[in-house]
C-alpha cells in the first residue's frame, strides 16, 4: 500500500486564522515532505523531515509551521497567510532520503486564503 | 547546475495512437530519473523511475520510459493512448552525487488524448 492521506480536501481561511493541515502514511516511511503547488506549476518543496528531525527548510515565511509528532504523521500549522499562500499543498513520503527513493505523494489540501 | 527540461507544454494525441512525452535532464554526476502524473486536483501519483540497469523501464498503467545517457534523455512513452491518460505529467531529477535532497522538476506538460 502506497497510500498517504492528508485532511482536510480543502480549507477557506481569513489572513487571521489559524488552521492545521494533516497529514499520514503507515508505510513505515521515515522521510516525509511538504511542498506547495500552485496550478499547473511543479511543486516547490517547502520542508523535509528525516527520522521525525526537521532536514529541510527551504527558506518558508515563519506563517508556515511544521510539526512532526511521530514517525507516522505530518502536521502544518498555518497562521497569518497571504492571499497569495492559496495553493494545493501536497504531503509526500519516502522510505528514506537516498536519492532513489521514491517519493508518494498524498491527494493534497487545496487552501483559499481570503 | 542540475536542471531539467519538457519541451512541449502540451501534446495532442488521437485515442489508440502511440504517445511521448519528452523529457531531457541536465546534471554533474549520474541521474535517478522519475515520471509523476497528475490528474484534475488531485495529487502527484509515481509512474515509474530509472536508477540504474536496463535502459527501458516499466511503470505504471502501461507506460514506459527510455534513459538515453547520450542524449541526456528519458522520453516517457505508451503503445496506445487511452482518453484516460489526459493528465499532467512532470519529468524530475536527482543528482546521485548531489547531498541536496531535493528532486528538480520540469515544468510538466499537459497530455491531452482525444477521442
Known amino acids: 500500500d502506497t497510500e498517504v492521506t492528508q485532511t482536510p480536501k480543502h480549507l477557506v481561511m481569513g489572513m487571521t486564522n489559524k488552521k492545521s493541515l494533516k497529514c499520514e502514511q503507515h508505510?513505515?516511511?521515515?522521510?516525509m515532505y511538504w511542498y506547495k503547488q500552485k496550478a499547473k506549476k511543479p511543486p516547490e518543496l517547502m520542508f523535509v523531515y528525516s527520522y521525525e528531525k526537521l532536514s529541510i527548510n527551504e527558506s518558508v515565511p515563519s506563517r508556515f509551521s511544521p510539526e512532526c509528532p511521530n514517525s507516522s504523521l505530518l502536521n502544518l500549522h498555518l497562521h497569518a497567510l497571504q492571499p497569495e499562500d492559496s495553493a494545493l499543498y501536497l504531503c509526500?513520503?519516502?522510505?528514506?532520503?537516498?536519492?532513489?527513493?521514491?517519493?508518494?505523494f498524498g491527494p493534497g489540501t487545496r487552501l483559499t486564503v481570503l | 547546475a542540475q536542471s531539467v527540461a519538457q519541451p512541449e507544454d502540451q501534446v495532442n494525441v488521437a485515442e489508440g495512437n502511440p504517445l511521448t512525452v519528452k523529457c531531457t535532464y541536465s546534471v554533474s554526476g549520474n541521474p535517478y530519473l522519475f515520471w509523476y502524473v497528475q490528474y484534475p486536483n488531485r495529487g502527484l501519483q509515481f509512474l515509474l523511475k530509472y536508477i540504474t540497469g536496463d535502459n527501458l523501464v516499466k511503470g505504471s498503467y502501461g507506460f514506459e520510459a527510455e534513459f538515453n545517457k547520450s542524449q541526456t534523455s528519458f522520453h516517457l512513452k505508451k503503445p496506445s493512448a487511452l482518453v484516460s491518460d489526459s493528465a499532467l505529467y512532470f519529468c524530475?531529477?536527482?543528482?546521485?552525487?548531489?547531498?541536496?535532497?531535493?528532486?528538480?522538476w520540469g515544468a510538466g506538460t499537459k497530455l491531452i488524448i482525444k477521442p
Open positions: 509526500a513520503s519516502s522510505q528514506d532520503l537516498g536519492a532513489g527513493d521514491t517519493q508518494y
Open positions: 524530475a531529477v536527482r543528482d546521485v552525487m548531489d547531498s541536496n535532497y531535493q528532486l528538480i
Open positions: 508505510m513505515g516511511h521515515r522521510a
